[in-house]
């Protein structure tokens, strides 16, 4: 829709030279797309169940009889006379429907699981077994007033038209169309092995389960698991993931980086000046087309499947790339609240950002499509000369991140040695305790991202900044509780990407072989607390000294000289 409305006011929105510099650059950059994206399918045979006050749901129902035959759940009975005083009226069925107080839906499209209580809580029935003799229903029209299902982006299929998320002549059109198989994009990519959620046990990050507005994401206790049949593509999960283990995958986020750069380099290859990225969601593409007509010619739309999708990176990059400003342009009024939050907390990164290097905030910035006098442009790049336009920043998110900060502090007006972060940025240090630190490395086994890590040839401790995204297991799992985390921005790339030393110290060795195996005040820890246990009694207290090799054959000798102290060994 956007190239067709920009072709037809070609006149007036290319006229001069920025114009024509940016329908060169936007038919010249191949456009944001999978060739085949992975999906998943939905099965509908169209049984649906309303929920509601019977009188409301009686009336409905003889809209929907296209459809496989409409199951009836109130949630209220209907006052009429031979129903006053009757105990039993949440109980009956009487012509198709049924009655319960506190029914219970989840699901999606073609997997609907409605459950009602039976006598209290001891038992719980499956309505659609007993009305449909199926195991779920493929479609809910909920008429209740403040909805079944509690997420902000309802699953497919669910149809919340008493909370006022769903309109009724709308689904009444639309619902007939709803049996068949529908295949939907698969948005996300999930690599656990990269997740920061858990670790032997230690709960940590929980950024991305607390971004997700369709309640597709979930814990297991030990990782993060998303359902992809409730997933809408929202992307705020993938924007939140500091360490990427979720990533948008509609596109994949390095085509997302490479078009950015690539429209920015064919505007100006094509004469354009003073370029201002505009990236928006696909919702608001008529919005944006009309907006353009006010909007001046340098500014540069980017179509994004929803705006959350791209975050902080992205942004950076494109001024890096030469924008002057990126604009994120939305409804700002019907901004559902989670991915408002996400959002609005990315943008206050982002502002602590700039705001420390001397640069204004709204070189970044969120646009109302509703404000008129929204836009304020900027007329001098951030950078004016910069080698990394010459060719697209890469690595991971992070990496493409520092990159940019790093460049634009080069030449920024200020240049602290840190700056303060938003709490819960995934940026900053830990803090440690050494004198109570025993040098476990219970932190280095759970850290996701090895920015804590062991020295390795003796003992001691390992801090990474760059690497540090803030998730806090290292600190709930030290047995010292010594470990702190410290959020903030570190300036000085190379100490920030440097191997800063926490904590070391001398090296016990064994008593039996000399090899170095622990730290020394490990040991003595370990002695103190022992030495009144009754397995460390004489010389078996001497083991805590030894290393494993010579403890295990200090073990089997006493074993096979003494067969009955296998009992105390």
């Known amino acids: 829709m956007l190239k067709t409305t920009l072709e037809a006011y070609a006149d007036s929105l290319f006229a001069d030279r920025n114009g024509q510099a940016r329908l060169t650059a936007l038919k010249g950059t191949v456009e944001l797309a999978n060739l085949i994206p992975p999906t998943v399918s939905y099965e509908s045979r169209g049984n649906v169940v309303i929920i509601g006050a019977e009188a409301e749901i009686v009336a409905l129902a003889p809209q929907f009889s296209a459809l496989n035959p409409v199951t009836l759940l109130a949630t209220e009975v209907a006052e ?53 003799g199926r195991e779920c229903f493929d479609l809910v029209i909920d008429l209740t007033p403040t909805g079944m299902i509690a997420s902000e982006i309802p699953p497919p299929g669910y149809y919340a038209i008493g909370a006022g998320k769903a309109d009724l002549a709308q689904v009444v059109e639309d619902l007939p169309d709803m049996m068949g198989t529908f295949d939907k994009p698969k948005y996300f990519r999930l690599n656990t092995d990269l997740c920061a959620h858990s670790s032997r046990g230690v709960e940590g990050c929980d950024r991305c389960l607390d971004a997700c507005p369709a309640g ?38 390095e085509k997302t980086q490479h078009f950015v750069y690539q429209l920015l380099a064919n505007y100006r290859q094509a004469g354009g000046e003073s370029p201002v990225l505009m990236f928006y969601g696909l919702r608001d593409e008529a919005a944006v087309s009309k907006r353009l007509e006010t909007l001046p010619t340098c500014v540069l739309p980017v179509a994004l499947e929803e705006l959350a999708t791209v975050g902080i990176d992205t942004w950076f990059s494109a001024l890096v790339y030469g924008a002057h400003q990126v604009l994120l342009a939305a409804h700002t009024a019907f901004i559902p609240p989670t991915i408002d939050r996400v959002l609005a907390h990315e943008l206050q990164t982002a502002h602590a950002f700039l705001t420390a290097m001397g640069y204004d905030e709204k070189r970044l910035d969120l646009f109302d499509l509703n404000d008129q006098s929204s836009y304020a442009g900027f007329n001098a790049p951030l950078l004016v000369h910069n080698p990394a336009t010459d060719s697209a920043l890469d690595g991971s998110k992070r990496d493409k991140l520092f990159a940019a900060l790093d460049a634009l502090y080069a030449i920024a007006p200020e240049q602290p040695a840190t700056s303060s972060v938003p709490a819960t940025a995934p940026y900053g240090s830990v803090t440690c305790q050494t004198d109570d630190c025993t040098l476990c490395m219970s932190c280095v086994a ?56 926490i904590h070391e110290e001398e090296a016990a060795c064994c008593i039996t072989c000399g090899k170095a195996f622990a730290p020394a005040s490990m040991v003595k820890m370990l002695t103190e607390k022992l030495q009144g246990h009754s397995h460390f009694q004489g010389e078996a207290i001497r083991r805590l000294s030894m290393c494993e090799d010579c403890r295990v054959r200090d073990i089997f000798s006493t074993i096979v000289d003494d067969p009955e102290s296998q009992l105390r060994v």
């Open 80 to 132: 009429t006379p031979e129903r006053r005083g009757n105990a039993d009226s949440d109980t009956l069925n009487r012509n198709n429907v049924y009655f319960a107080n506190a029914p219970r839906v989840k699901g999606y499209l073609g997997a609907f699981d409605v459950e009602c209580d039976i006598q209290g809580e001891v038992l719980a029935a499956n309505l659609a077994k007993v009305a449909i």
């Open 446 to 501: 759970v850290c996701p991202t090895r920015a804590l890590h062991a020295i390795g040839d003796r003992p001691g401790l390992l801090f990474v900044e760059q690497d540090c995204v803030q998730c806090g297991l290292c600190e709930k799992a030290c047995p010292e509780k010594v470990i702190s985390l410290a959020p903030g921005m570190n300036w000085d790339a190379d100490a920030r990407q440097a191997s800063r030393l």
């Open 216 to 253: 597709a994401l979930s814990s297991t206790g030990h990782s993060i698991e998303i359902n992809p049949y409730l997933c809408q593509g929202v992307g705020t999960c993938a924007t939140a993931c500091p360490t990427e283990a979720i990533q948008y995958a509609l596109p994949e986020a």
